[in-house]
């Protein structure tokens, strides 16, 4: 089928190195008759040196003379010396003789001949490979608005945008409210982020509006909605609505979400006397009630007396496992009571103030010098599990256990402060509609069946996105929708829109204006990626798109369904619309497929699958096995080239193959190998589940979801069924990997070869 | 002073902090302890204590006044200096110790009966009064701490020891009576009477 997409010329260059010692272990004169007589490369040709100015020389002289476009470059593996082997307009294989074979194998004679088999089946791969490749050209069609529209009109929307803006970028921010700054347009100061950390500081609001409204790059809706968020990174179309006004439609190259948070609701915490006394109030109230006093005495709401003793009650209704509660810490309220306290310390030393904490948590730079800070101003920290609080007489009474003097306790103070959490604004759940949908469609006619304590709250979305995954940002854990905190923080798994701020994270203003800065970064690497058509993280720069053979296609929905990162609309027909710049190349899709009609100008369906079925496989009687290995490029494939340079040997009857990703695996590459005659097949991709490592967040667990149903296709065969095994695997497992292999060769020698060999 | 030694304070409040702050030696150190418990892991003797180094900070700021002046635990610190090697706050632990059981003893609040005071109480008045240690009548005086039949069988069996001592010069038995001293004894009880005055002076009262 790619056949017909190949142009009519394809001339196949085959390049074998000797250097770094593959000279010594390796015939290359052997090597080269595979690649001519056996895989009909056009051009074939060793060098010493091949990464060498020379070398490249001479690749480049057959790309520029004898019109080879499509290369077969037989060294070491494709993640060693890219910036040599990058040429322009090619399709470019590589054969991994050096990590793969010569590196993996021990040097004795015994060893020689399966090592020169080895390097023999990885020169058939890379020209067959190559053979079914296109060289990647980024879609004509491919075109960008610069424009960066930023959702939420709070310190990060803002800082997001007047970043944006002095890179030069035009920005729309649309606020929902009517005013801008958010939370903090209502607080008091904020947490210092310069030495010496001791005092709370200006919260920087004032400036920051002032900044945008005076550049001339920077729109500012206020009152206004997103009503419909159509298109994709370099062309979204946003319909803004403006409160009793008109709705605008404009296009956009990138979106931030900076949509921020929502206090948790302290009404759930009536043990905490919230709502029984006005003088339990929330650190946002406190900022309010800071603000009022403006520098003098901070009075309380009850009967405004000044407050000459307060006590702040952390993690309330946080880090909790109690229904209703939130079970993550919001990682600043530790700070901010101790900003809080010092309002207080400031104005007044004698004001009593006591931070009851379970675990003091002071993040970041300046967090353990703010915390001396405090200290140094008398703020009293108790380690303590608060009990309860209730109004008595003039003043609250603070029940709780001091865990470090191991009692029970109390104080009278006039105020309590509750540290209260962020709860994200980040919309529909899309997740928990689709089940619910789901199980809606399974019992049908069942109505009001569903249980009287689930609550279905309605929220409103924030996107409303025209993608057919729903209308918001997919959440990764507690309604944040990030998609990986750690590894790749502002991805969300929708391309060219970024979360920042409190949406993604609790967080306070000074993470907030970093964040904002970061995501503001990655929109303005949307815009040019998505101009240039190339994909964004983590295949950056790659220049290939899905296409699909829309005649095939049974419109089964798979790929539309199973695509990570929502890339995949339908249309009237039914039939997938793939919008390739949300797409990030993982292959999901052309995994799912069942009629195997999606593929990559580099990288399909026949590209893997010629490579694989092309190497030699010996018959039966000559006891050498061959096993498959399909490894994630990310992880898997890293770790068992670093298994080569530290001489980790594994068994010359692997045969290894990148994948973009488990989830990219067809199952016909499973058949395939195992009608071909392979005794054994491996794949291995990254931790999935909740915890994921997946570089394309579900992909490997939607390969090993495919997988479990590999067992048919083994019985079908009459296969046993230790053949086939998935395993997860991190980048470090340099060790395991090469072990995982050698198990399956003791298994093949235990359960015996494969009857398919031909 | 015996407003002092009865003076109530709010729990949890700074009163107490800010007593000990203003009257023991270090005090103001107090505040910066953050509850890691290096100190009491480290004190060798930490685990004999009532109430370890760390867990004597937490009482101060929860305004514990009785329980931490009337306890046993600071008099225990043999001074071995752990603790301040090892704090992460770099708090004067062993100092303050020493602080807080001097500012017990100011108070009379200290235990009577708890033999780190009571040998120190001896030791100074064996100082102060001539102005020199009298080591022979402070040795006689520890074995007869607790009355003279047990001083009599307490110096019994250090007698070969004390012999060996007198043959040695290292001990004079006519330091028994009355004993060397400064030549102005009497300037210098004047002294020690006066510095006495100004720090009883300097002592704050607890707010309330
Ligand atoms: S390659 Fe991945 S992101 Fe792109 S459409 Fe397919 S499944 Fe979606
Ligand atoms: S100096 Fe005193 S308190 Fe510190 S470790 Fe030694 S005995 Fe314990
Ligand atoms: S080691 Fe220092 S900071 Fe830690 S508990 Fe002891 S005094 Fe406090």
Redesign the interface.
């Known amino acids: 089928m790619a056949d017909e997409k190949l142009p009519v010329e394809k001339k196949i260059g085959a390049y074998i190195c000797k250097g770094c010692g593959l000279g010594e272990r390796l015939e290359g004169a052997q090597l080269s008759m595979i690649a001519e007589r056996e895989a009909k490369a056009n051009v074939v040709r060793e060098h010493d040196f091949l990464c060498s100015e020379d070398g490249v020389k001479m690749i480049q002289d057959d790309i520029d003379n004898e019109g080879v476009n499509r290369i077969a470059i037989c060294a070491c593996s494709r993640r060693a010396k890219t910036d040599a082997f990058n040429f322009e307009g090619v399709a470019i294989a590589r054969g991994n003789l050096r990590e793969g074979v010569i590196w993996a194998r021990p040097d004795t004679d015994e060893a020689r001949e399966t090592t020169e088999e080895m390097a023999a089946d990885y020169v058939r791969m890379a020209v067959w490979e190559v053979k079914f490749m296109t060289p990647p050209s980024s879609n004509p069609e491919a075109k960008c608005t610069p424009d960066i529209l930023v959702v939420g009109g709070g310190v990060s929307g803002l800082t997001a945008a007047l970043e944006a803006a002095r890179a030069g970028y035009p920005v729309t921010v649309v606020e929902k409210s009517g005013h801008l700054g958010g939370h903090v347009a209502d607080s008091w100061k904020r947490i210092p982020d310069r030495a010496p950390y001791t005092d709370p500081v200006d919260t920087g609001l004032d400036e920051l509006i002032a900044a945008c409204e005076a550049h001339d790059k920077i729109t500012i809706h206020l009152n206004a909605k997103l009503t419909k968020t159509a298109g994709a990174p370099g062309q979204f179309q946003a319909d803004i609505s403006v409160e009793s006004g008109p709705t605008v439609t404009a296009s956009f190259g990138a979106i931030v979400q900076a949509s921020g948070y929502d206090d948790y609701d302290a009404n759930q915490l009536p043990d905490l006397g919230y709502g029984k006394s006005p003088d339990v109030v929330t650190q946002q109230e406190l900022e309010a009630l800071a603000r009022a006093a403006d520098g003098g005495a901070i009075k309380r709401p009850s009967d405004g007396k000044e407050v000459k003793s307060v006590a702040f009650v952390q993690c309330a209704g946080q880090r909790s496992e109690k229904e209703g509660q939130l079970p993550y810490c919001s990682g600043h309220c530790c700070m901010t009571s101790i900003k809080q306290a010092m309002y207080f310390k400031d104005q007044n030393p004698d004001i009593d103030t006591n931070i009851l904490y379970r675990d003091l948590r002071t993040p970041g730079s300046g967090g353990e010098d703010f915390y001396r800070s405090g200290q140094d101003k008398e703020v009293t920290f108790t380690k303590a599990c608060v009990d309860g609080v209730e109004a008595a007489g003039d003043g609250l009474h603070v029940k709780f256990k001091d865990l470090i003097l191991d009692e029970d306790s109390e104080e009278v103070v006039d105020l309590v402060v509750l540290a209260v959490g962020q709860v994200p604004n980040s919309g529909v759940d899309i997740d928990a509609v689709a089940i619910e949908e789901e199980e809606e469609e399974g019992e049908a006619g069942e109505e009001g069946a569903s249980p009287a304590n689930e609550v279905h709250v309605s929220v409103e979305s924030i996107l409303n996105l025209d993608y057919r995954q729903g209308p918001d940002l997919p959440q990764l854990v507690y309604g944040f929708p990030d998609s990986h905190f750690i590894c790749f923080p502002y991805e969300t798994r929708r391309t060219g829109i970024y979360a920042s701020g409190p949406v993604r994270r609790p967080m306070d203003i000074v993470s907030a204006r970093e964040d904002a800065t970061g995501a503001a970064l990655k929109a303005i690497q949307a815009v040019e990626n998505a101009a240039k058509g190339r994909a964004a993280h983590p295949r950056s720069g790659d220049l290939s798109y899905p296409s699909f053979r829309k005649e095939g296609c049974t419109q089964c929905k798979r790929c539309t369904v199973e695509c990570p990162f929502g890339a995949i609309n339908e249309d009237e027909e039914r039939y997938p619309v793939f919008n390739e710049s949300r797409c990030r190349r993982c292959g999901t899709c052309m995994g799912a497929c069942p009629v195997r009609v999606i593929s990559f100008d580099n990288y399909s369906v026949d590209s893997v699958g010629q490579a694989l079925k092309n190497i030699d496989i010996p018959d039966e009687f000559e006891e050498k096995p061959r096993i498959l290995v399909l490894a994630c490029e990310n992880d898997a494939y890293p770790a068992l080239d670093m298994a080569g340079m530290n001489k980790i040997e594994y068994s010359a009857f692997a045969r290894i193959i990148p994948v973009r990703c488990l989830g990219s695996v067809n199952l016909i590459w499973i058949t395939d190998a195992l009608n071909s005659g392979y005794d054994g097949v491996i794949l291995m991709g990254c931790q999935k589940g909740e915890n994921y490592q997946c570089h394309f967040v579900r992909g490997s667990e939607i390969a090993h979801q495919r997988m479990s149903k590999v067992d048919d296709t083994l019985q079908s065969l009459s296969l046993e069924p230790e053949r086939v095994a998935t395993y997860e695997i991190a980048i470090t497992d340099i060790q395991r990997a090469p072990q995982l292999i050698n198990d399956m060769a003791e298994t093949i020698e235990k359960i015996g070869m494969s009857p398919f060999k031909f | 002073m015996s407003d002092m030694s009865s003076a109530v304070v709010?729990?949890?409040?700074?009163d107490f902090?800010?007593e000990v702050e203003a009257n023991v030696e270090e005090g103001e150190w107090v505040?910066?302890c953050?509850?890691c418990g290096v100190c009491s892991g480290s004190c060798p003797l930490g685990p004999h204590w009532a109430h370890p180094p760390?867990?004597i900070f937490?009482?101060i700021?929860?305004g514990?006044r009785e329980e931490v002046l009337t306890s046993d635990s600071m008099w225990m610190c043999t001074s071995c200096y752990n603790c301040i090697v090892r704090c992460p706050?770099g708090l004067p632990i062993t100092h303050i110790m020493h602080g807080l059981a001097h500012y017990a003893h100011v108070l009379d609040l200290a235990p009577k009966n708890q033999p780190t005071r009571r040998f120190s109480k001896m030791f100074w008045d064996n100082i102060t009064k001539n102005g020199r240690a009298n080591e022979l009548k402070l040795g006689l005086s520890l074995y007869f701490k607790d009355g003279f039949g047990p001083g009599v069988k307490e110096a019994l069996k250090n007698k070969a020891l004390g012999q060996a001592m007198m043959k040695t010069k290292r001990m004079n038995p006519m330091e028994f009576f009355g004993g060397h001293g400064v030549k102005d004894k009497s300037g210098l009880h004047a002294m020690l009477e006066k510095a006495r005055e100004i720090e009883e002076a300097k002592l704050k009262r607890p707010a309330n």
């Open positions: 709010e729990k949890y409040h700074n902090l800010k505040r910066m953050m509850q760390q867990e937490m009482m700021r929860a514990k706050r």
